[in-house]
């Protein structure tokens, strides 16, 4: 056990007897010699040399506590000490004086009734203080015929000056063991809040936040280092002083006043802006102080951007929502609206749709819209990972698993998506072994690591995509029928641009806005012509490639409109089939939206080039060829309307 007892004896007979006592119990105490202020004198110089508690007796042990701030444990004087002392006194004179301390005089007076009824004895009592008293109350026992002393060494020595005899009281071994015992049980106590006090201050100096403490007279008591950077003053400087004197705009005196805290309030300290919360400390009702805790805004928002960041870079959120997703077609429209419908269920969905359709734009809405939002978004292409590495990334697999295999083991994603969603791109490329592995998942709502029996229940939502027929892979046996019956149970078809050619217009409004913004490009429109070419394209790579598209158009552009010639160059290396729409596709192109911009487009630039067919197919970025298909095209259209 660590820390310091010293043992203080007013006396050489009890520091005989204490040290005999201590060295029989086999204990580690110092035992010094010297009554009243040579007492304390010793027991200021233990304290220097580390002492933690001091064991005395009587007056001196009563010097010491008043004087230092140190625990004193007093050596009890007992009943039988007292009467054998009496008994010792009573041969030489039947009037006999006790003097000492409150506690020896005490416990001489509850004596002194029982002795006096059966033995012929006077006894008399006084009360030294300290050791100047000593003198004085001998000679006034005196003057009263009291012929014999009973008390410590300056009381003998006092008495024997006067001519009377003195007996010097002494505490038994008994007495003394029951203070060594009871000042080891107060050091050990004393030594259990030190630890605590000493983590409590090393919780409070190394919290991230600020913490500020004020007793129920406004006086500060807790200030850690947080506070003093943010305050620009010291603990030393802080500790002790009204609070109103030390933070600028408190509010801990209201809070202090109405025992009603206040949390999440925005306060300035020197120009910094802080989050603070204030909250009254209640003991047994009362209200005995407040504690504010605050962090500065800036850095709560470098925190939350890093933690975001980091999270962004596992791909553990979801950041798109429905509202992110641009187009206001029926096509659109009805996919959304059934995405949403899908959402609020827990059923394993599979999205399909062609490349750069969104498809994991639709997954991130459905979460987010999802009873799941607040947990893991976890995603993965199947495609980008050979079979053994995406196994072990799915699964997870426990340590010495296989060559490699990270110290602990790890964790799988769908451990980690658990409670929350996994998204699954380009299903179609897991090979049938993870067919059968991921199938076992869908069914039991269990994982088993490699290399590891121990079965792990998870509750992961699922959704895989993939951009190709799942069904005809299916009937070739490349894909398994049972997992694709799974994964069908929500099915989400994402429709190609070239089926929503409305929502072009307003999806290159949004891209030219975007990348002018993050390029630093500032390009405030597109010509008609420009965007006539775009929506006439079928756009193989669908929505990515448009804005792969605007993004190459605004890095080239060099005024602040796209016109067609930026357009040209930026779509350059697209064949003449890719360019056009063909005139015998089904679908929109034989009509509606795209067929009414396209005559509105070519009847404009025909009248602006005085009807010069080349010049027109030029400024259309078109071939002559193809324009003379459109004009054929919209003549008989408006003759079928006549």
Not at 49 to 58: M, P
Not at 307 to 321: Q, T
Not at 439 to 457: A, F, S, T
Not at 547 to 561: F, H, P, Q, Y
């Amino acid at each position: 056990m660590a820390g310091k007892i010293v043992f203080i004896s007013p006396d050489e007979k009890l520091a005989y007897k204490a040290r005999k006592v201590i060295s029989e119990l086999g204990e580690d105490i110092e035992v010094c010699q010297g009554s009243y202020s040579d007492g304390v004198k010793l027991a200021k110089q233990a304290m220097e040399g580390g002492a933690d508690i001091v064991i005395s007796r009587g007056a001196t042990g009563n010097l010491i506590k008043m004087n230092l701030q140190v625990p004193v444990v007093k050596v009890e004087i007992s009943g039988y000490d007292i009467i054998q002392a009496i008994s010792q006194a009573m041969q030489y004179s039947d009037n006999i004086g006790v003097v000492g301390s409150e506690n020896l005089v005490s416990s001489a007076e509850r004596m002194k009734e029982k002795m006096q009824d059966l033995l012929p004895v006077y006894i008399t009592t006084a009360t030294a203080r300290s050791e100047s008293e000593v003198e004085n109350k001998v000679r006034q026992l005196i003057q009263q015929g009291t012929k014999v002393f009973i008390g410590g060494n300056s009381v003998i020595c006092v008495a024997e000056l006067y001519g009377c005899h003195g007996l010097l009281i002494e505490s038994g071994n008994e007495a003394i063991i029951e203070a060594i015992r009871e000042a080891k049980h107060l050091l050990e106590v004393q030594q259990e809040e030190k630890e605590k006090a000493e983590i409590l201050k090393s919780i409070i100096d190394f919290a991230y936040d600020g913490i500020l403490g004020i007793d129920k007279e406004g006086k500060i008591t807790v200030f850690n280092p947080v506070v003093e950077k943010i305050t620009g003053k010291s603990a030393d400087q802080a500790i002790g002083k009204a609070v109103t004197d030390v933070v600028e705009n408190t509010r801990m005196m209201d809070v202090l006043m109405s025992g009603e805290p206040e949390l999440g309030e925005m306060q300035h300290i020197g120009g910094v802006q802080i989050l603070t919360n204030r909250v009254p400390i209640r003991v047994d009702g009362e209200i005995r102080g407040v504690v504010a805790t605050f962090q500065e805004v800036e850095k709560i928002q470098r925190m939350e951007s890093q933690i975001r960041k980091k999270l962004y870079l596992k791909g553990h959120v979801a950041k798109s929502n429905f509202e992110d997703i641009i187009g206001k077609s029926k096509a659109i429209t009805q996919v959304k609206d059934k995405a949403r419908q899908f959402a609020a269920v827990d059923s394993t969905i599979l999205i399909l749709g062609e490349t750069g359709t969104g498809k994991e734009l639709f997954a991130q809405s459905i979460h987010n819209a999802s009873r799941r939002a607040e947990k893991l978004f976890v995603a993965v292409n199947c495609a980008a990972l050979p079979e053994n590495l995406l196994e072990s990334e799915l699964f997870g697999y426990v340590e010495g698993a296989f060559t490699g295999a990270r110290k602990g083991g790890k964790a799988g994603l769908f451990e980690l998506a658990h409670n929350g969603t996994i998204f699954l791109d380009e299903i179609s490329e897991m090979s049938p072994k993870l067919q059968a592995r991921f199938l076992r998942v869908l069914q039991e709502k269990e994982v088993v690591r490699i290399g590891d029996d121990k079965v792990l229940p998870i509750d992961v939502r699922v959704i895989a995509a993939s951009n190709r027929n799942l069904y005809e892979l299916v009937e070739k046996g490349d894909f398994r029928e049972d997992l694709y019956y799974r994964l069908c149970v929500l099915q989400l078809k994402i429709p190609p641009l070239r089926k929503r050619v409305e929502d072009i217009a307003q999806l290159v409004k949004f891209f030219m806005e975007e990348k002018s913004k993050k390029l630093n490009i500032p390009v405030k429109g597109i010509s008609h012509e420009a965007l006539s070419k775009l929506v006439l394209y079928q756009w193989p790579g669908n929505v990515r490639q448009l804005e792969n598209i605007i993004e190459r158009s605004v890095v080239l552009c060099k005024c602040a409109e796209i016109g067609i010639d930026i357009i040209t160059e930026a779509m350059s290396g697209v064949s003449e089939s890719e360019e056009s729409i063909q005139l015998n596709s089904p679908g929109p192109l034989s009509g509606g939206v795209l067929k009414r911009l396209e005559g509105e487009m070519i009847k404009k630039v025909l009248e602006e080039t005085n009807g010069n067919k080349v010049a027109t197919a030029e400024k259309l970025g078109i071939s002559l060829t193809t324009l003379w298909r459109r004009l054929k095209e919209l003549e008989g259209t408006n003759d079928a309307k006549h």
